[in-house]
């Protein structure tokens, strides 16, 4: 059975220049984090949806909805930590379906 990308996260840590420093793998579905933010997604063309500058209570509350209720304090830690790896870095959440993402 194939993963619906929209139950299928990606939490990502980006440095000032845009490179990737940290990622962690969620298993939340898309309108559960739809529902969960105050705030509408940055960017959503129907293959990807993307939420910025992400604040550590954003991601905490997230996890709290992982569909894998025995990894949640672990999830928990592994989020501290992305956020604890740097003041200059930016948090972002992706969903991207893989398959029919934009490629340049």
């Keep these: 059975m194939a993963i619906d990308f929209r139950d299928y996260a990606m939490l990502v840590s980006l440095d000032a220049q845009g ?29 990807v949806v993307s939420w910025g500058a992400l604040t550590p209570e954003e991601a905490e509350d997230l996890v709290a909805h992982d569909v894998y209720p025995e990894h949640r304090s672990e999830t928990l830690d592994l989020v501290r930590e992305l956020f604890a ?12 379906d893989s398959n029919h993402a934009y490629r340049p």
């Design 85 to 96: 790896a740097g003041a200059s870095t930016r948090v972002s959440l992706y969903y991207a």
């Design 19 to 47: 490179r990737l420093v940290d990622r962690l793998e969620l298993f939340i579905p898309l309108e559960t984090t739809r529902s969960c933010f105050a705030r509408p997604p940055d960017f959503d063309d129907g293959s």
